[in-house]
């Protein structure tokens, strides 16, 4: 997903030749428009009589150094897949086999064990994206080992060699 051509960079290597001097953004009605759609995947991954939006099921596939693929349990609609590959940086749903995205993933990072033990069981809350940034950022609830409901958020920052992951809490 790129969310505009703003940016406070002017990379040689962008690939949507994004700059401080671009103004195109993606409006709020796509935005919204993103986000209702992915409400529905996400709605239609509820069990009946569960309170949560979305169970984050700790799958975590690690394909390149810089990109993951998510699994939200969203069962045929696909995968979340978030790259911060410095020349191409990325976020939207891919729809591969379990099988297949087992067979292309390498032992994962640091930050992605950090991910499935911050992560894991937790549910998603709510996905927003910064105005005028390409930031969007994924709010989780879970429960710790006391019971006790602690609230996390994954920034990813999609901003060509600055591209990063951060887990928040």
Known sequence: VNLGKRCNQA????????????TEVMTDEVVFGAAKLFAELFERCRQPGRAEILRFLGKIFQLSDFSLVLDF?????????????????????VKRTVRALEKSSISRSLFAQAMRANL????LLSVTRDRDERI????????DELGDSQKRVLV????GRSANLFLLN
Request: net charge negative.
């Open 136 to 143: 969007v950022r994924f709010f989780f609830s879970v429960t």
């Open 11 to 22: 990379c040689h290597h962008c690939h949507v030749d994004a700059g401080p001097d671009r």
């Open 73 to 93: 349990g969203l069962k045929g609609e696909g995968f979340l897949f978030v790259s911060v590959e410095p020349a191409e940086p990325r976020l939207y749903l």
């Open 120 to 123: 894991g069981g937790g549910s």
């Open 156 to 159: 990813a920052q999609l901003t």
